[in-house]
T-cell receptor, first 111, second 117 residues
């Protein structure tokens, strides 16, 4: 069965303190790994798609990387506005439309 | 602002009411989804429509009835709900992936916050 876990469950950082979030997955035939940001009361906002091991994507203070078993979301010099829940999701299988979401990491960046 | 629009933003309904949630997208996507999200939990898939046909029903109770009138619209009809159905209901869309091709991401609306009293 496809499974996605994320760690840590919650993370508190000081402004400017860089860190990484982890997404580990067990799927058969990965077709894509997706990172989302979700603010309270809002829908998830798409950040990145990664398709194969070794791939990296960057956007402002965020950088996502992918290996055969996990993905990392690196946050460099975070600001309070980066506070949100970060979700990863995987899509696997031959022709799947089911995106399996991890439980998320709640990030708080303190000024 | 998102490119997937959901109405209403908030809905309070009694257990005997009938109501509908609406979703609209104009990105030309051919797959549309309903997800349910409880507080501090990830989204859970309910239904998927592909080219306006129901392709996935994740064993959702019949008190939830989806409808896809056309490629841009998705409705979720609600009847005789229970208090435990209170949640954020999210609509999403994606480009339909062809077999063997890479999949495009989901694009979410901001959801309807549903409270069942």
């Amino acid at each position: 069965e496809d499974q996605v876990t994320q760690s840590p469950e919650a993370l508190r950082l000081q402004e400017g303190e860089s860190s990484s979030l982890n997404c580990s997955y067990t799927v058969s035939g990965l077709r894509g790994l997706f990172w989302y940001r979700q603010d309270p009361g809002k829908g998830p906002e798409f950040l990145f798609t990664l398709y194969s091991a070794g791939e990296e994507k960057e956007k402002e203070r965020l950088k996502a990387t992918l290996t055969k078993k996990e993905s990392f979301l690196h946050i460099t010099a975070p600001k309070p506005e980066d506070s949100a829940t970060y979700l990863c999701a995987v899509q696997a299988g031959n022709y799947g439309q089911n995106f399996v979401f991890g439980p998320g990491t709640r990030l708080s960046v303190l000024p | 602002d998102t490119e997937v629009t959901q109405t209403p933003k908030h809905l309070v309904m009694g257990m005997t009411n009938k109501k509908s949630l609406k979703c609209e997208q104009h990105m030309g996507h051919r797959a549309m989804y309903w997800y349910k999200q409880k507080a501090k939990k990830p989204p859970e898939l309910m239904f998927v429509y592909s080219y306006e046909k129901l392709s996935i029903n994740e064993s959702v109770p019949s008190r939830f009835s989806p409808e896809c009138p056309n490629s841009s619209l998705l409705n979720l009809h609600l009847h005789a709900l229970q208090p435990e159905d209170s949640a954020l209901y999210l609509c999403a869309s994606s480009q339909e992936a062809r077999q063997g091709s890479r999949n495009s991401p989901l694009h979410f609306g901001n959801g309807t916050r549903l409270t069942v009293t």
